[in-house]
């Protein structure tokens, strides 16, 4: 039964995060707001909607190793397993003037979730300092590239262009964002349930479900909109929805999470997962700055790396 909830949360979760962002963005669209807002909050948002609900209500249960899990074994996998899937599908182009703002804030957001994890609770005044960065970054960067156009703009634009939505009516776009947020929330119900009920029945830490099947599954919109983009051509576009993503998660979701309800730290995540995830995040920023491009080799490299440390946490749980 365990099973069966996190098999059904999972597949909620995609379908639910897919049906949100596309009803939004049509809406959106009706409503005349411009490409860049709809691709820096809404896409942006919506893709991270799954995380934040998990988080949340991992949280609310007194199951931290899941709330905290999700967060740093969703930025892993964003890095390690959807761009290494990226790359191989196609190599990816780096627009420089988006990733000297955004990977450096993407640096700076990683600096402050290692400083929380290592403090071993990210309480509300962690928290709402997390929101506020995030806040500032999102202001921020509307107003700048409502100034003057920029490459950074073009990349945010690109992504509220990666889903064909067909132009339909306003009841059925309706439809579609709030059955696919009341979908996000169930959805997240049941793979936090069926996780938590998995990990007690095995015998494995919710860490470890958390940081891999959980993780995993709230990233699948990720993995979608990248894909997505690398087909069409617009491999930029998928490199900027990882950032992107990944600035959110640790901003937004443990921002927010940690506002509602004080998280503690597991100290597995502190001895291993949070330098796995720095580490990611520093092999982000060298294959993107060398060269401006994510070639095939290093979309295999981060592969690869994804498989030995999957291996590492089940081979340790056993």
């Known amino acids: 039964m365990n099973i069966v909830l996190l098999v059904l ?3 909620g979760l995609v379908l ?3 049906a949100l962002v596309r009803g939004s963005v049509a809406l959106a669209r009706r409503l005349g707001l411009s490409p860049l807002v709809i691709g820096l909050t809404l896409v942006g948002f919506g893709t991270s909607l799954p995380e934040l609900v998990t988080s949340l209500q991992a949280a609310w249960v007194g199951s931290p190793g899941i709330a905290v899990g999700n967060v740093v074994g969703s930025n892993t996998g964003n890095i390690l397993l959807i761009l290494g899937i990226a790359a191989l599908m196609a190599p990816i182009a780096v627009e ?3 990733f000297r703002r955004d990977g450096t804030v993407l640096l700076v957001a990683t600096a402050l979730c290692l400083g929380c994890t ?5 309480g509300r005044v962690a928290g709402a300092a997390l929101v506020l960065a995030l806040l500032a970054y999102v202001g921020g960067t ?3 590239e409502r100034r003057r156009a920029t490459a950074a ?3 945010f634009e690109a992504e509220a262009q990666v889903f064909d939505i067909p132009e339909g009516r306003p009841w059925r776009d309706l439809l579609l964002t709030f059955g696919g947020l009341a979908g996000i929330i169930l959805a997240a119900k049941l793979l936090v349930t069926g996780a938590v009920g998995l990990a007690q029945m095995a015998g494995i830490p919710e860490t470890v479900i958390g940081l891999t099947i959980v993780a995993i599954g709230t990233s699948m919109p990720e993995l979608v909109t990248s894909v997505l983009a690398v087909r069409k051509g617009q491999g930029d576009v998928a490199f900027g929805n990882i950032v992107g993503s990944n600035i959110f998660n640790i901003l937004g979701i443990l921002g927010v999470t940690g506002l509602v309800q004080p998280l503690a730290v597991p100290p597995e995540i502190i001895r291993l997962d949070i330098w796995v995830m720095l580490g990611a995040t520093l092999a982000l920023t060298l294959f993107a700055t060398t060269g401006w491009r994510v070639s095939r080799r290093e979309g295999a490299l981060l592969l690869a790396a994804y498989v030995v440390y999957v291996g590492w946490l089940v081979a340790t749980a056993i």
């Open 9 to 11: 949360g999972l597949v």
């Open 16 to 18: 639910g995060g897919d």
């Open 96 to 98: 420089r003037a988006a």
């Open 118 to 122: 290592l403090m071993g609770e990210i």
């Open 142 to 144: 509307l107003v700048q």
């Open 153 to 155: 703009q073009a990349v």
